[in-house]
Antibody
Framework: EVRLVESGGGLVQPGGSLRLSCAASGFIFSGYSMNWVRQAPGKGLEWVSYIRSSSSIIYYAESVKGRFTISRDNAKNSLYLQMNSLRDEDTAVYYC????????????WGQGTLVTVSS | QSALTQPASVSGSPGQWITISCTGT?????????VSWYQQHPGKAPKLMIY???NRPSGVSNRFSGSKSGNTASLTISGLQAEDEADYYCSSYTSSTTRVFGTGTKVTVL
């Protein structure tokens, strides 16, 4: 069974940093590209970042470029999101989501972890 | 990259069919056959319903179908059921940032 479990969320002050993790199991993690997607309270989905299976290609949404860094450790079956210079508008539930292999879509999602940026 | 445009809400009676539109540009929906749709119930993670414009993942009811014409993609739900009441989001590949979601549509079963 494919499982994605996010962790690392919490309350942080504006300007602070936080590192999210996503533990993957039930599939060959090193064979799949991964994404972070967020959802502000009561709002829609916003794609945040993408990383290829080999980490060779990385993309970011304009709203987080220069502040967030996506990475992965295939040996540990884990995906990460380092978030720096956090702003109020970064408050959201952050999901990790797996790319559908060879097709367009995110086929598995974690349950999400809540990040609250507030003073 | 602006979000793709969806109607805020769509409603229908049980057994009816409804269609949710998702409008973009030639740089996203119109330029690629890379559209997917997601269903999200309150407090839950999104679920993939359609990929590559019109394909259903294993386990998704055939009451759900997808299509595309020009810069607009559509999700049709036929034989509407109470369990279909949820938020629905489209997503497309985009030449600017590679991935973008729609604004979301709340489906209400009357």
């Amino acid at each position: 069974e494919v499982r994605l479990v996010e962790s690392g969320g919490g309350l942080v002050q504006p300007g602070g940093s936080l590192r999210l993790s996503c533990a993957a199991s039930g599939f060959i993690f090193s064979g799949y590209s991964m994404n972070w997607v967020r959802q502000a309270p009561g709002k829609g989905l916003e794609w945040v970042s993408y990383i290829r299976s080999s980490s060779s290609i990385i993309y970011y949404a304009e709203s987080v470029k220069g502040r967030f860094t996506i990475s992965r450790d295939n040996a540990k079956n884990s995906l990460y999101l380092q978030m720096n210079s956090l702003r109020d508008e970064d408050t959201a539930v952050y999901y990790c989501a797996r790319d559908l292999d060879g097709y367009w879509g995110f086929d598995y999602w974690g349950q999400g972890t809540l990040v609250t940026v507030s003073s | 990259q602006s979000a793709l445009t969806q109607p805020a809400s769509v409603s229908g009676s049980p057994g009816q069919w409804i269609t949710i539109s998702c409008t973009g540009t030639s740089s996203d929906i119109g330029g690629y056959n890379y559209v997917s749709w997601y269903q999200q119930h309150p407090g839950k993670a999104p679920k993939l319903m359609i990929y590559d414009v019109s394909n259903r993942p294993s386990g998704v009811s055939n009451r759900f179908s997808g299509s595309k014409s020009g810069n607009t993609a559509s999700l049709t739900i036929s034989g509407l059921q109470a369990e279909d009441e949820a938020d629905y989001y489209c997503s497309s590949y985009t030449s600017s940032t590679t991935r973008v979601f729609g604004t979301g549509t709340k489906v209400t079963v009357l």
